[in-house]
Each structure stands twice: as structure tokens, then as C-alpha cells.
């Protein structure tokens, strides 16, 4: 069964600190693997859009990054700010059924 | 500007009383999908569409009827809302060549 995983579920870190956030899937024939940013209650946001040709891509303080062969991505987040508090999704789309499979989130705290 | 519109946005409602959830998109994507999130299951999916006149049940489509007569809009009908059916649903849309997903801001559903 595809699987998409999210560890840990939630992170609390003081603001300015440098995070990773991962993001491991069980099938490495994916299409590409988005990140998405959601606030309580709100709907998603797409941060990052990789395809399965790239290795990393880079928007402002974010970078994610790509490793099929591994079944992983990161999310970097640099000097992170209490605005930066959201739950992060992300969602791997797979070649072998057209399907995309989501994980469950990881629940980031920046503290003040 | 390209978007996913969904509407109501919030909805009250009472056991068995039919309603539908309208979703539009205007970027011409041949996929639509809906999905509910509920605290703790994540986001699973309803159904998807991946062109006019073609759908198919994703994770959890019971209880749930949608149809695909226009290539932009993708209703999802309760005929007979029930109170397990209290969620937050999101429709969304992607293009089969680079398989970025859009996201509606979400429709929550109350059934009483």
C-alpha cells in the first residue's frame, strides 16, 4: 500500500531557529511531491512544487528538496518567524495509479 | 487568476435534507477531486474526475454522489446528509501535465 509519512506530527522551535520538516514515501515512482501550507481551519496553500526530474526547489526562505531514490523530502525553513505556525502537508502524486497520496501533517509551534 | 471556487463556504444542515457543493475551476484542468479532512484521519478523498463524464470513488465515497457534465465544474451531492458526514471538505483540480494541485478554501459542513 502507498504511503506517505509525516514525522514528527507536531514541532515546537524558538523563532529564528533554522528547521527541517520530512516527508517520506513508500513508493519511489512518483510524478512530484508538493508541500502545502495550512492554517487552522483555512484551506492549503501550495508552498513547493518539485518534479521527480528535480532534486530542490527554492522560494524565499524555503527550500525543498528530493531524494526518490531514498523515498524522502524536506521542507527547510531558514529563520523561522511565530507567523510561520501553520500545519505542514505533503503530497506525493504516483505514477503507478494517478493517485495522490497526502500525509498527515506536521503541526509546527514558532515560539515567540 | 487561477482558482479553485467552491461554494457554501459554511453550511448548516439537518439529517437527510439533500445538498450540493458546488466546485469550479477556471484553468482548464481535465482532474477534479474532492476530499474531507477530519482532526487526526488527515484529508482522504471522496472522489475524483479525471475528465467530462468520467469519475471514479476515491478512499471514502459513500454517502456521496458527484458528477462531471462541464470540464470546469465538479458538484459533490449528499443526497441524505447524516451527521458523520460533519466535515471539512476542499475540492480541488490539477493538469495532467504537471500535476500541480489546486486547492479550493474549503467548505465546512455541519449536519445536525
Known amino acids: 500500500k502507498q504511503e506517505v509519512t509525516q514525522i514528527p506530527a507536531a514541532l515546537s522551535v524558538p523563532e529564528g531557529e533554522n528547521l527541517v520538516l520530512n516527508c517520506s514515501f513508500t513508493?519511489?515512482?512518483?510524478?512530484?511531491l508538493q508541500w502545502f501550507r495550512q492554517d487552522p481551519g483555512k484551506g492549503l496553500t501550495s508552498l513547493l512544487l518539485?518534479?521527480?526530474?528535480?532534486r530542490e526547489q527554492t522560494s524565499g526562505r524555503l527550500n525543498a528538496s528530493l531524494d526518490k531514490s531514498s523515498g524522502r523530502s524536506t521542507l527547510y525553513i531558514a529563520a523561522s518567524q511565530p507567523g510561520d505556525s501553520a500545519t505542514y502537508l505533503c503530497?506525493?502524486?504516483?505514477?503507478?495509479?494517478?493517485?495522490?497520496?497526502f500525509g498527515k501533517g506536521t503541526r509546527l509551534h514558532i515560539l515567540p | 487568476e487561477a482558482q479553485v471556487t467552491q461554494n457554501p463556504r459554511y453550511l448548516i444542515t439537518v439529517t437527510g435534507k439533500k445538498l450540493t457543493v458546488t466546485c469550479s475551476q477556471n484553468?482548464?484542468?481535465?482532474?477534479m477531486s474532492w476530499y474531507r479532512q477530519d482532526p487526526g484521519l488527515g484529508l482522504r478523498q471522496i472522489y475524483y474526475?479525471?475528465?467530462?463524464?468520467?469519475?471514479d470513488k476515491g478512499d471514502v465515497p459513500e454517502g456521496y454522489k458527484v458528477s462531471r457534465k462541464e470540464k470546469r465544474n465538479f458538484p459533490l451531492i449528499l443526497e441524505s446528509p447524516s451527521p458523520n458526514q460533519t466535515s471539512l471538505y476542499f475540492c480541488?483540480?490539477?493538469?495532467?501535465?504537471?500535476?500541480?494541485?489546486?486547492f479550493g478554501e474549503g467548505s465546512r459542513l455541519t449536519v445536525l
Open positions: 503530497a506525493a502524486y504516483m505514477n503507478r495509479d494517478d493517485k495522490i497520496i
Open positions: 513508493d519511489s515512482a512518483i510524478y512530484n
Open positions: 518539485i518534479q521527480s526530474s528535480q
Open positions: 484553468m482548464n484542468h481535465e482532474y
Open positions: 474526475s479525471m475528465n467530462v463524464e468520467v469519475t
Open positions: 480541488a483540480s490539477h493538469s495532467g501535465s504537471t500535476g500541480e494541485l489546486f
